[in-house]
């Protein structure tokens, strides 16, 4: 993993809205990644957050509003095209590809590899040593997340916390300036979590990326984010640091119950 | 860890090393009926990699690989013949591949649109659409009879039994000489399709498989790869059309019919979807097993003699009994494939000769973390 020079460009969500066949998912959000930061998106079931995180994948196309990465528009962009500006994420429910953990770190690397059909049939020198130095990289990305006892194994024998892994380490292979965490430690016990949280901000401070979070563990929340926009039925009805949304009487209605609940979660 | 690479390696070369010996030797020791037998094999082996390239690896079902085929063959034939252009053989060979490519581009647009079940009934339409045009294209294809193939001339030596040759006392005619052509073709068929499946192309079609959401978000450009698995698998198709029509030297409509591209679907669920050496091994069972049951299915009991009919099976229909039984019995007992049985033998031999220290290093059926999971209610 090379270390960026420059601060990643600032993620800018204005004003999106999306519709599904009259159910309004995203309704008029904007919110703003500071560069370097974790940006928590917290909120009940159905808040929208999945739905925010596919439109910032390009997955889902919002009706109104626009997504910016710095200069760059990333709202009528395809998925692949987001993935190359250096915007990765993770799934909710892992998606990952049958094989080793090296072939799902590989295809991490895609977007940042060159060798296309007829170099790779010929086999031909360049094509040959880009695979060789995409395979040293994403061992680096196995060995800074822990898989690096499993680079060989395949995907679908591994732990679901070690799957889950996969996915990180995937989406870091695309050396990115904005990582999308979905749930990174859903189904996670104690230690797993603990290491989850310790990597994010290894690769927070080792790599200087911004990492937009969606999270129900709200002690986790709290200790990794920085700033923490709340959704609720698809309106933002919060946005500040850990400490002021916890204090905020509307999330603590909508969605945090009361602040002892709170306590307990972590 | 390198050193145990290496060695590994060194065997895996042996092997090929012998393999290819045998391969070689072989035209010295066997008659027409084999040698046409291998011809067939390896025509259909590069062909069922084609399609185990799209539809085992990337994951879209075609049932129209036969047209591509097609297109390979009539191809050749058209370009290299009269009427036609008459280009060089070896010039209307490459153009026929080429060609048939092109025909999978053209087609890709549908494919980059339409899934699963619903792309298998649009490549139908193409088996189909190919059949009707073979038919009636005359001037092209030469209608109901077919046409006969030129053979193919390279550098001055003819891959035909126009001209005496004899190596090491062996009279070698078109089969002897095809079996070489055959096998360096299947060679470079075997060579590039490893490659692609290794490398970053191989990846994203496999991504494309598993999952189209997470090959887009990791930066595979989903439509291009759709496409691009079309063309590269109707090349291959187009290959093995060239050399079904050198092997056949006849090329008649009815052969590129619906059947056949069933055929090469079975080939590669037979031999094991995924893998070049799957597809192989699948084109050979389902190439050369009818062949064979057909010409020793008399020395079996129960069977007629050829031409008599007198109520006990003929040796065709018994052939076919026995080929639809293979089939059956390697889907129950195999249902990864031959290739997924020979992996799965290697491995209990393996098992077996490193039994005495039964502790598997390599083995990773044991995360240590799944030790230490307990079951916490998530918050």
């Known amino acids: 993993m090379t270390t960026r020079t420059t601060a990643p460009p600032p993620l800018t969500v204005t004003d999106v809205t999306v519709r599904f066949a009259g159910l309004t998912a995203l309704d008029a959000v904007s919110f703003t990644v500071t560069p370097g930061s974790v940006h928590a998106l917290i909120g009940p079931n159905g808040a929208g957050k999945s739905t925010c995180f596919n439109v910032l994948s390009g997955l889902c196309r919002p009706a109104t509003g626009t997504v910016r990465l710095g200069d760059a528009d990333l709202t009528r962009l395809a998925p692949h095209r987001i993935a190359a500006l250096g915007v990765a994420r993770t799934f909710q429910n892992i998606v990952t590809t049958r094989g080793t953990v090296a072939d799902n770190l590989l295809l991490g690397r895609h977007a940042l590899s060159r060798a296309g059909f007829t170099a790779s049939a010929l086999r031909l020198p360049h094509a040959r040593r880009e695979q060789r130095e995409q395979l040293a990289r994403a061992c680096e990305a196995a060995e800074l997340t822990g898989l690096g006892p499993h680079f060989d194994s395949p995907v679908a024998l591994l732990s679901y916390g070690d799957r889950k892994r996969v996915e990180f380490a995937r989406a870091l292979c695309l050396e990115p300036s904005v990582l999308l965490l979905d749930e990174p430690v859903a189904g996670m016990n104690a230690a797993e979590r603990a290491r989850t949280v310790e990597v994010v901000q290894a690769v927070r401070a080792e790599l200087g990326l911004s990492v937009v979070l969606v999270e129900h563990d709200m002690g986790l929340v709290m200790r990794l984010a920085d700033e923490v926009t709340v959704l609720d039925f698809g309106r933002v009805i919060a946005h500040g640091t850990p400490d002021e949304v916890r204090r905020d009487p509307e999330v603590l209605r909508a969605y945090l119950g009361t602040g002892a609940e709170t306590e307990d979660a972590a | ?146 046409r006969s193939v030129p053979p193919l001339e390279v550098g001055g030596f003819s891959f035909s039994s126009d001209s005496d040759l004899t190596l090491l006392g062996v009279p070698f005619g078109a089969e002897e000489r095809l079996w070489y052509l055959g096998l360096a073709l299947f060679a470079v068929t075997w060579f590039t399709a490893c490659g692609l499946l290794r490398g970053r192309p191989g990846r994203a079609l496999v991504a494309l498989r598993d999952s189209e959401t997470a090959a887009a978000v990791m930066g595979v450009d989903v439509s291009r790869y759709r496409s691009a698995a079309f063309v590269v698998s109707s090349m291959y198709a187009g290959l093995a059309g060239v050399m079904l029509a050198l092997a056949f030297r006849r090329v008649v409509p009815d052969y590129f019919g619906l059947v056949l591209s069933v055929d090469y679907l079975a080939m590669i669920v037979i031999g094991g979807l995924g893998s070049v050496a799957g597809a192989t091994a699948g084109a050979v069972f389902v190439t050369a097993l009818p062949l064979l049951m057909t010409r020793y299915a008399d020395q079996l009991p129960l069977v007629a003699a050829p031409g008599t009919t007198d109520g006990a099976v003929g040796p065709t229909e018994a052939a076919r009994y026995l080929y639809g039984a293979a089939i059956v019995l390697t889907l ?26 039964p502790a598997d290093t390599a083995s990773p059926s044991q995360p240590p973390t799944s030790a230490v999971r307990a079951k916490e209610p998530t918050p």
């Not at chain 2, 010039?91 to 339409?114: E, H, K």
């Open chain 2, 332 to 357: 129950l007992f195999a249902p990864d494939g031959l290739h997924g049985l020979v992996r799965r033998l290697r491995a209990r031999l393996r098992h077996r000769l490193t039994a005495p220290p």
């Open chain 2, 1 to 146: 860890m390198s050193e145990r690479l290496s060695r590994a390696r060194a065997v895996r070369l042996g092997w090929t090393f012998a393999a290819v010996t045998v391969l070689c030797a072989l035209p010295f020791y066997l008659d027409a009926f084999w040698l046409r037998i291998g011809l067939f094999s390896m025509a259909a082996a590069v062909g069922a990699v084609g399609l185990g390239l799209l539809t085992g690896t990337a994951g879209q079902l075609s049932l129209g690989h036969a047209f591509f085929l097609a297109v390979g063959a009539y191809g050749y034939v058209w370009l290299a013949g009269e009427p036609g252009p008459g280009l060089p053989t070896a010039v209307a060979a490459v153009l026929a591949v080429l060609l048939a490519g092109a025909a999978g581009g053209l087609f890709s647009p549908v494919a980059g649109r339409v899934r699963g079940i619903y792309l298998g009934v649009a490549t139908l339409a193409l088996v189909f659409l190919g059949h009707h045009v073979l038919l009636t294209a005359d001037s092209v294809t030469g209608g109901f009879n077919g």
